[in-house]
């Protein structure tokens, strides 16, 4: 929970800034940040740390939409406190709430929100290619490791390990830690096609209507 | 209404232009032809209104108060020396990609490419990257970076092919998370400050407590240096970029993280003037530099060898910032413009070698020099550039970042000047070893004869002479360089052309409030 402590230290010295010193546009805001914020701050930013650092696309999309809300709460709490509608006519000038974080925060909770669906869709595409929406290890790394592994048979590094018949199957291999069978069904023929380079791009005569 | 048609007219068109142009080409979905025409034509007119910009800003910046909402109320957008250059730069480098990919067949290989996404989507990274550049509020340039990395996305991902399905996942991760921690930034900022204006900022972030403005600044570095792909948070980038097709690498490489040093150049001159991360800074830029160039040597695919090596040069740039000296700012901004026209173009060579070669693999490459002598050109002048060959601009930049590092003379830039020439010579070095094997050595198999299109050879070709031009035009661009260096160095000059003395601006009441109270005897 150490994100957690070092969030409330970046907060509270943030917001307890002496509004007296720094002229913000209406002065009488109260900047006291309500602790019941904060703590949902800690908590959304700490589990969604956690989930961020899983394999599954889908949980790092959970983790991510978690720790994308705690900042849109942040940027309540940096509002000051809660008050009337910002309309002039139905709220005392002073006890408006400010809304300019409101402005923000719709702002982010929209970007948020495509995002979101860009990253389903993609989820949901490497399903249908793999079976899983796990994300895969970099064939051309383990390319440059392989023959440094060979050169340095001393040299131990058990990532290197040649654990798979092929390169492909190596790369493509799963972990996730919550797998209890450890069946990591991979769809070895596309993980084939990856490894003969993507064909190069553009269909020659195709639509080259331009410059030809 | 202020009906005056300056400079300032010209200023919202770069963003305005190419999202219009994407939502008429994706209406026009159907119609290939159109798309193709509305983006050309978008670009072109981009690039037009940067120069008009370029020329404007060089007497001081321009800053346009978005639906005549006056800052700090409402969102200003501010054309300044470094946005007007950059803006060139890019447009210019935006627009010979387009060509580019016109002339290779548009985006994809594969039958079922969704082509017609590729025009819209482009256009709206083009936007987004003209709002970073011109945003004169915190969160208005939170909301560039999302409109580009979100076009990005699409473009990275183009096709849904395993591979670029695997490298897009490793990228848009890191870049939410980056997103994520820039918003957080912005959160503090506005808890400390009551503002996300940039100049307002400037007025108001030296009486906050030292302890929370050093956590603010460490937060926009930290989400910054994840978009340049500063080391130790650069290891997403030679993962994704190899596998997009050709013309969406070079532009992401030309352009994306030049963003990030864009936003670092700006906040951190503007921002946090007092230069108390420099130290630290000085040592990413060398770590930057040596283990990215490392990387490269280790390299046996071209597109991977020039990731790596687009890496190890954002340290260059990040040097100069990290002197925080006019001079080393001149030299930075130099750099940038010479390395988004350098990288682009490399990235563009690659392309025309996978398309004659059938692979970037240097096991599978050879004698190009003797089948496609033109090829090998196209690949030599802009690779020894990077390198920085005298005279080419490459070694004029880094000229002038050893210059500022000897004459400051501390240890650590003495480090960092003996860290930039290692760096240049395995540059070299790298990039030697790509060119003996891809166009020296004997085919080890045989290469598929297929020809090059002059659609993509010309914009190619356009690029290398562009490149050429910044050698030839150095003095010009060195010297506005170094007047747009002269502006960074002194904050107020921003401030001062965002909240003029003699109006109403800067208490956020509108002209047209102004004109009201005065009798109308305002503009």
Same mark, same amino acid.
């Given at each position: 929970?150490?994100?957690?402590?070092?969030?409330?230290?970046?907060?509270?010295?943030?917001?307890?800034?002496?509004?007296?010193?720094?002229?913000?546009?209406?002065? $009488?805001?109260?900047?006291?940040?309500?602790?019941?914020?904060?703590?949902?701050?800690?908590?959304?930013?700490?589990?969604?740390?956690?989930?961020?650092? !899983?394999?599954?696309?889908?949980?790092?999309?959970?983790?991510?939409?978690?720790?994308?809300?705690?900042?849109?709460?942040?940027?309540?709490?940096? =509002?000051?406190?809660?008050?009337?509608?910002?309309?002039?006519?139905?709220?005392?000038?002073?006890? #408006?709430?400010?809304?300019?974080?409101?402005?923000?925060?719709?702002?982010?909770?929209?970007?948020?929100?495509?995002?979101?669906?860009?990253?389903?869709? #993609?989820?949901?595409?490497?399903?249908?290619?793999?079976?899983?929406?796990?994300?895969?290890?970099?064939?051309?790394?383990?390319?440059?490791?392989?023959?440094?592994?060979?050169?340095?048979?001393?040299?131990?590094?058990?990532?290197?390990?040649?654990?798979?018949?092929?390169?492909?199957?190596?790369?493509?291999?799963?972990?996730?830690?919550?797998?209890?069978?450890?069946?990591?069904?991979?769809?070895?023929?596309?993980?084939?096609?990856?490894?003969?380079?993507?064909?190069?791009?553009?269909?020659?005569?195709?639509?080259?209507?331009?410059?030809? | #209404?202020?009906?005056? *048609?300056?400079?300032?007219?010209?200023?919202?068109?770069?963003?305005?232009?190419?999202?219009?142009?994407?939502?008429?080409?994706?209406?026009?979905?159907?119609?290939?032809?159109?798309?193709?025409?509305?983006?050309?034509?978008?670009?072109?007119?981009?690039?037009?209104?940067?120069?008009?910009?370029?020329?404007?800003?060089?007497?001081?910046?321009?800053?346009?108060?978005?639906?005549?909402?006056?800052?700090?109320?409402?969102?200003?957008?501010?054309?300044?020396?470094?946005?007007?250059?950059?803006?060139?730069?890019?447009?210019?480098?935006?627009?010979?990609?387009?060509?580019?990919?016109?002339?290779?067949?548009?985006?994809?290989?594969?039958?079922?490419?969704?082509?017609?996404?590729?025009?819209?989507?482009?256009?709206?990274?083009?936007?987004?990257?003209?709002?970073?550049?011109?945003?004169?509020?915190?969160?208005?340039?939170?909301?560039?970076?999302?409109?580009?990395?979100?076009?990005?996305?699409?473009?990275?991902?183009?096709? =849904?092919?395993?591979?670029?399905?695997?490298?897009?996942?490793?990228?848009?991760?890191?870049?939410?998370?980056?997103?994520?921690?820039?918003?957080?930034?912005?959160?503090?900022?506005?808890?400390?400050?009551?503002?996300?204006?940039?100049?307002?900022?400037?007025?108001?972030?030296?009486?906050?407590?030292?302890?929370?403005?050093?956590?603010?600044?460490?937060?926009?570095?930290?989400?910054?240096?994840?978009?340049?792909?500063?080391?130790?948070?650069?290891?997403?980038?030679?993962?994704?970029?190899?596998?997009?097709?050709?013309?969406?690498?070079?532009?992401?490489?030309?352009?994306?993280?030049?963003?990030?040093?864009?936003?670092?150049?700006?906040?951190?001159?503007?921002?946090?003037?007092?230069?108390?991360?420099?130290?630290?800074?000085?040592?990413?830029?060398?770590?930057?530099?040596?283990?990215?160039?490392?990387?490269?040597?280790?390299?046996?695919?071209?597109?991977?060898?020039?990731?790596?090596?687009?890496?190890?040069?954002?340290? *260059?740039?990040?040097?100069?910032? $990290?002197?925080?000296? !006019?001079?080393?700012?001149?030299?930075?901004?130099? *750099?940038?413009?010479?390395?988004?026209?350098?990288?682009?173009?490399?990235?563009?060579?690659?392309?025309?070698?996978?398309?004659?070669?059938?692979?970037?693999?240097?096991?599978?490459?050879?004698?190009?020099?003797?089948?496609?002598?033109?090829?090998?050109?196209?690949?030599?002048?802009?690779?020894?550039?990077?390198?920085?060959?005298?005279?080419?601009?490459?070694?004029?930049?880094?000229?002038?970042?050893?210059?500022?590092?000897?004459?400051?003379?501390?240890?650590?830039?003495?480090?960092?000047?003996?860290? $930039?020439?290692?760096?240049?010579?395995?540059?070299?070095?790298?990039?030697?070893?790509?060119?003996?094997?891809?166009?020296?050595?004997?085919?080890?198999?045989?290469?598929?004869?297929? =020809?090059?299109?002059?659609?993509?050879?010309?914009?190619?070709?356009?690029?290398?002479?562009?490149?050429?031009?910044?050698?030839?035009?150095?003095?010009?661009?060195?010297?506005?360089?170094?007047?747009?260096?002269?502006?960074?160095?002194?904050?107020?000059?921003?401030?001062?052309?965002?909240?003029?003395?003699?109006?109403?601006?800067?208490?956020?009441? $509108?002209?047209?409030?102004?004109?009201?109270?005065?009798?109308? !005897?305002?503009?």
């Amino acid at each position: 929970m150490s994100s957690t402590s070092n969030l409330l230290a970046l907060v509270l010295p943030a917001a307890e800034v002496d509004p007296a010193d720094v002229a913000r546009t209406t002065d $009488s805001i109260d900047m006291t940040p309500s602790l019941i914020l904060v703590l949902a701050i800690g908590v959304l930013f700490a589990t969604g740390v956690y989930l961020l650092l !899983e394999r599954s696309l889908t949980r790092v999309l959970i983790g991510f939409i978690l720790i994308g809300n705690g900042a849109n709460l942040m940027f309540l709490v940096a =509002g000051g406190r809660a008050g009337g509608a910002p309309l002039i006519g139905t709220t005392p000038t002073d006890q #408006m709430s400010d809304p300019l974080v409101q402005a923000m925060v719709l702002t982010a909770i929209v970007i948020t929100l495509g995002l979101t669906a860009f990253v389903l869709a #993609m989820a949901y595409r490497s399903w249908q290619l793999h079976g899983h929406d796990e994300v895969q290890d970099d064939l051309e790394d383990r390319r440059v490791a392989r023959p440094a592994a060979r050169n340095a048979p001393a040299f131990e590094d058990s990532d290197t390990e040649e654990s798979g018949a092929t390169l492909d199957d190596e790369a493509s291999q799963v972990y996730d830690e919550t797998d209890g069978d450890g069946d990591g069904e991979t769809d070895v023929r596309d993980a084939g096609r990856a490894e003969k380079d993507v064909p190069p791009p553009g269909r020659p005569g195709t639509e080259g209507g331009e410059g030809r | #209404m202020n009906l005056t *048609y300056g400079f300032a007219t010209l200023v919202p068109l770069p963003v305005v232009l190419p999202l219009f142009a994407a939502g008429l080409a994706l209406a026009l979905w159907r119609h290939p032809r159109a798309q193709h025409i509305i983006s050309v034509a978008a670009l072109s007119l981009v690039l037009a209104a940067s120069i008009g910009l370029l020329v404007g800003a060089d007497n001081g910046p321009i800053v346009v108060d978005v639906g005549e909402w006056a800052a700090p109320v409402g969102i200003d957008l501010v054309a300044d020396r470094l946005s007007a250059l950059m803006l060139t730069v890019s447009s210019f480098v935006l627009l010979c990609v387009l060509l580019y990919s016109l002339g290779q067949g548009v985006a994809d290989g594969h039958d079922k490419a969704p082509v017609s996404i590729y025009h819209p989507t482009y256009l709206v990274l083009a936007a987004g990257v003209s709002n970073a550049f011109l945003s004169g509020d915190l969160f208005n340039l939170y909301v560039g970076f999302e409109i580009l990395l979100a076009a990005s996305y699409v473009l990275l991902t183009l096709g =849904g092919t395993g591979e670029r399905i695997r490298a897009g996942s490793i990228y848009v991760v890191v870049a939410l998370l980056s997103s994520v921690i820039f918003l957080v930034a912005i959160a503090l900022t506005y808890a400390a400050t009551g503002t996300v204006n940039l100049a307002q900022l400037a007025e108001r972030l030296p009486d906050v407590d030292p302890g929370v403005r050093m956590t603010l600044q460490l937060l926009l570095l930290l989400a910054f240096g994840i978009k340049a792909a500063i080391f130790p948070l650069s290891a997403w980038l030679p993962d994704s970029y190899p596998t997009a097709p050709a013309p969406v690498t070079a532009v992401f490489a030309g352009l994306l993280t030049k963003v990030g040093v864009y936003a670092i150049i700006r906040t951190q001159t503007l921002l946090f003037p007092d230069n108390r991360l420099d130290t630290v800074l000085m040592w990413l830029a060398l770590l930057t530099m040596v283990i990215g160039i490392l990387g490269a040597v280790a390299q046996n695919d071209i597109k991977r060898l020039l990731s790596f090596t687009l890496v190890s040069h954002i340290g *260059y740039m990040i040097f100069g910032i $990290s002197m925080a000296s !006019e001079a080393g700012m001149a030299a930075s901004i130099f *750099y940038v413009v010479h390395h988004i026209t350098v990288q682009t173009t490399l990235f563009l060579v690659v392309g025309l070698i996978e398309r004659r070669g059938g692979s970037t693999s240097l096991d599978k490459l050879g004698g190009l020099a003797k089948i496609a002598p033109g090829l090998a050109i196209l690949f030599f002048i802009p690779a020894m550039n990077l390198a920085g060959i005298p005279p080419l601009s490459g070694f004029l930049g880094k000229v002038g970042l050893l210059q500022e590092g000897v004459a400051q003379g501390t240890p650590l830039t003495w480090a960092l000047v003996v860290g $930039s020439v290692v760096t240049s010579l395995l540059t070299l070095y790298a990039i030697v070893k790509a060119w003996n094997k891809a166009f020296w050595q004997t085919a080890p198999v045989e290469l598929p004869s297929t =020809g090059t299109p002059r659609g993509m050879v010309g914009p190619t070709t356009a690029l290398v002479a562009f490149g050429l031009a910044l050698t030839f035009a150095a003095g010009p661009l060195y010297s506005y360089a170094e007047r747009a260096a002269g502006n960074l160095m002194q904050p107020s000059t921003y401030v001062d052309a965002v909240f003029p003395d003699d109006s109403g601006r800067g208490q956020g009441v $509108s002209s047209d409030l102004v004109e009201e109270e005065q009798g109308g !005897e305002g503009s």
